[in-house]
T-cell receptor, first 112, second 114 residues
């Protein structure tokens, strides 16, 4: 069953604007991860935020986590055409299972 | 490091044929994952191994699918017989530990079953 659900499904912005994508999940988590997938390629890990963290930065990326609302957001600042890709959140539960469960992704299009 | 290596990158076959997809995980990683991605269903976990042992195969669609990991550096996903609905992109990923942290994905195998 799907754990993470991204919102919106698609987002189109102009270069230089900020892009915000949201992820909601259902059960308790140890961590939440964001991945990027360029067209025709495999997924690439962007950032991991642990359940005891509220905010994390990596370059132009900012991730927040609200465990009370079971939600996370990914903000890409000063977007570039090269940021055009699909973005997925992935979670794993607190048990012994090692697998990640991915959402269906947000398709971001950054127009030059 | 070469990253996760998958072969073939593209496969076109006819319904009923056997298809074998191959994966070489990153050296030192002890968890390996097979995923399937389609437009309709998104990214689905098929099976994952830890220390070469299958841990969870509940995502394997049916008996036509089988996966093996004979050693730490090689895994196969086999479909026999293949059907048109198996057409998808199949990804292999590897991770340290039990996959609790970052997963590293291969480039995928794009399978088309006619």
């Amino acid at each position: 069953s799907q754990q993470g659900e991204e919102d919106p499904q698609a987002l189109s912005i102009q270069e230089g604007e900020n892009a915000t994508m949201n992820c909601s999940y259902k059960t308790s988590i140890n961590n939440l991860q964001w991945y990027r997938q360029n067209s025709g390629r495999g997924l690439v890990h962007l950032i991991l935020i642990r359940s005891n963290e509220r905010e994390k930065h990596s370059g132009r990326l900012r991730v927040t986590l609200d465990t009370s609302k079971k939600s996370s957001s990914l903000l890409i600042t000063a977007s570039r055409a090269a940021d055009t890709a699909s973005y997925f959140c992935a979670t794993r539960g607190g048990g012994s299972q090692g697998n990640l469960i991915f959402g269906k992704g947000t398709k971001l299009s950054v127009k030059p | 490091d070469a990253g996760v290596i998958q072969s073939p990158r593209h496969e076109v076959t006819e319904m009923g044929q056997e298809v074998t997809l191959r994966c070489k995980p990153i050296s030192g990683h002890n968890s390996l994952f097979w995923y399937r991605q389609t437009m309709m269903r998104g990214l689905e976990l098929l099976i994952y191994f830890n220390n070469n042992v299958p841990i969870d195969d509940s995502g394997m669609p049916e008996d036509r699918f089988s996966a093996k990991m004979p050693n730490a550096s090689f895994s196969t996903l086999k479909i026999q017989p293949s059907e048109p609905r198996d057409s998808a992109v199949y990804f292999c990923a590897s991770s340290t530990g039990q996959g609790r942290e970052t997963q590293y994905f291969g480039p995928g195998t794009r399978l088309l079953v006619l």
